[in-house]
């Protein structure tokens, strides 16, 4: 297990999705259906979604390296320019009624499976996942990567649900795009930096 990997994994994946869509779906949820059955069903989902990446960015390792740096220099640049008009248009639109439901004391595997069926729909071809592809095709360390990138999905799946409101309270949604961005920034610009040198 190369931990230097994980931690960037962990790192790289905790920025990009805390703003995303993710948080905000789980938040939601969490209103809805007791937070653990949440979390349960979302930590199912981000399971199948980290294995499939995984797998796939496996696969693109086989690909000369030079032609997964440029790739992955592009998914990181895409990830920016996302996150970038994400956190622009949250800015400009800031408003804190879309949480304003109440709970209701739904249990049992239904709160699961639809939390699972929530996020498995929602997390395909999204940022998290391109960027787990890219890392594990870009340090050829599948488990490290699936390491990482579950436990930062699990981690910010579990601050949705335990802190979600409180969090926003304090740090403003587009806040935590711009940050995500400067991380796709940040790595893109480190790829470039490794394929000319």
Same mark, same amino acid.
């Given at each position: 297990? %190369?931990?230097?990997a994980v931690?960037?994994? &962990? ?8 703003? %995303? #869509?993710? &948080? ?22 981000? @399971? =199948?979604?980290?294995? *499939? ?13 030079? *032609?997964? #740096? ?5 998914? &990181?640049?895409?990830?920016? =320019?996302?996150? &970038?008009?994400e956190g ?8 804190? %009624? ?27 071809? %999204?940022?998290?996942?391109? =960027?787990?592809?890219?890392? /594990? ?18 981690? /910010? ?17 587009? *806040? ?8 796709? =920034?940040?790595?893109?610009?480190? @790829?470039v930096y490794?394929?000319?040198?």
């Open positions: 297990m %190369d931990l230097a931690a960037l994994t &962990f790192g790289a994946i905790f920025l990009v999705e805390l703003p %995303d #869509k993710t &948080f905000l779906a789980t938040l939601v949820l969490a209103t809805k259906y007791r937070p653990i059955l949440v979390w349960i069903g979302v930590g199912l989902a981000f @399971t =199948v979604q980290t294995g *499939v990446a995984v797998a796939l960015g496996h696969a693109a390792s086989l690909l000369p390296p030079d *032609v997964v #740096k440029i790739a992955a220099i592009v998914l &990181f640049l895409v990830g920016a =320019v996302i996150l &970038f008009r622009r248009s949250h800015q400009e639109a800031a408003s804190g %009624d879309e949480f304003a439901e109440k709970a209701k004391p739904v249990t049992g595997w239904r709160a699961v499976l639809a939390s699972f069926l929530v996020l498995f729909a929602a997390e395909w071809g %999204d940022l998290s996942q391109l =960027v787990t592809l890219s890392l /594990v095709a870009k340090y050829e360390a599948p488990l490290s990567v699936f390491v990482g990138a579950l436990a930062a999905l699990l981690t /910010v799946s579990a601050l949705a649900v335990i802190v979600g409101r409180s969090l926003l309270r304090f740090i403003s949604i587009h *806040v935590l795009h711009f940050l995500g961005a400067g991380v796709c =920034v940040l790595l893109a610009t480190l @790829t490794e394929l000319v040198s």
